[in-house]
């Protein structure tokens, strides 16, 4: 028998005696990450609204609040930023924003930048165009938008500081850029002045969208970021159906749903959030992410989303249910509570309850306590 043969003779055996054993099992997937975040932005800016500045410690040891949220497994920060100058608002800058994100980003941890649009704050009330942009054409409007989300995200990636995550826009359920961008949202609060035109309002906006998704894609080049879209109807499908719906007729190009979920602003129920996000997935194919929430004092009076007690253990609660409501939805990938200095720590600057919540998704399940939906604890 030739060399040949034989090789092909021992092939032949070695294949046949594999036919007689059972194939590998399939390995799993391994698990898609799970980010318990907060947005930290209070902290890079000179002017904090006149909060005092927090000592913050743990065991006796002098600390920061981004090393003491990190040491107890949180993993996403989000940072916002103001178009400058900035007025009547903390001064969040990007050049204030630059040194904290380059921190989040050398310590591992996932970043996310807020691009506000405004020089002040810009929210389900008010969503202004910043005094240096006032008075152009709209289409010099719109160029403006992408070339200053270009230069932010670049600027970002040149300082070390590249976003693994972008929102073009801050809780735009009723636009951007009021009023050129404004819309008339089914709640019929804050409408846009008069007369008003459904076609030409939803086409401002799907533009200046656009135009910021172009210009955060630019300025990350090789390695563009995720974009997150960020409305404050967490509990509410109707509206994010109205909303998103005109986004996919538009061809956005978005990668993340990213709502704000406040019980103390009416925005729904756990159950209402999971019918939500069980929605958005089977029509979107999104993930979803709860980019802001928090639990403190009602702003509504007779309000029936205020679950859980106005206290330090009410709000961990609260968050330990959230968490292992959200992990439990389809598509479900994270949640930031913003602005953890105000209620996450004790007076002595200490953690409080809440920033232990990854330590105690498994024995904060019983109910009464406990009102995450049924099916989501053990």
Known sequence: ?????????????????SC????????????APFYLGADISFLD???RGGRMLRAYQENGQPSDELTLLERHGWN????RVFVSPVREAPDNSLENTIPLARRIKASGALFLLDIHYSDTWADPQHQEIPAAWRGLPFDSLVQRVEDYSRRTVRALKDAGAMPDWVQVGNEITRGTLWPLGQLAAPDGRYLPPQPYDTTVQWDHLIRILKAGIRGVRLGGGDTPPKIAIHIDRGGDWATTKWFFDHLEAAHVLYDIIAQSFYPEWRHGTLEQLVANMDSCAARYHKDFLVAETGYGHSHVEQNPDMEWPETPEGRLQFMVDLVNTIKKAPRGIGAMYWAPEIEAWNEDGTPGPVVFTLDHLKDLTARPASHAPPGVNP
């Open 20 to 31: 007689g054993r059972p194939a590998p099992a399939p390995q799993p997937a391994p698990a």
């Open 45 to 47: 800016s000179p002017m």
């Open 1 to 17: 028998m030739t060399r040949t043969h034989t090789a092909i003779a021992v092939a032949f055996a070695l294949s046949a005696a």
């Open 76 to 79: 996403a920060f989000r940072l």
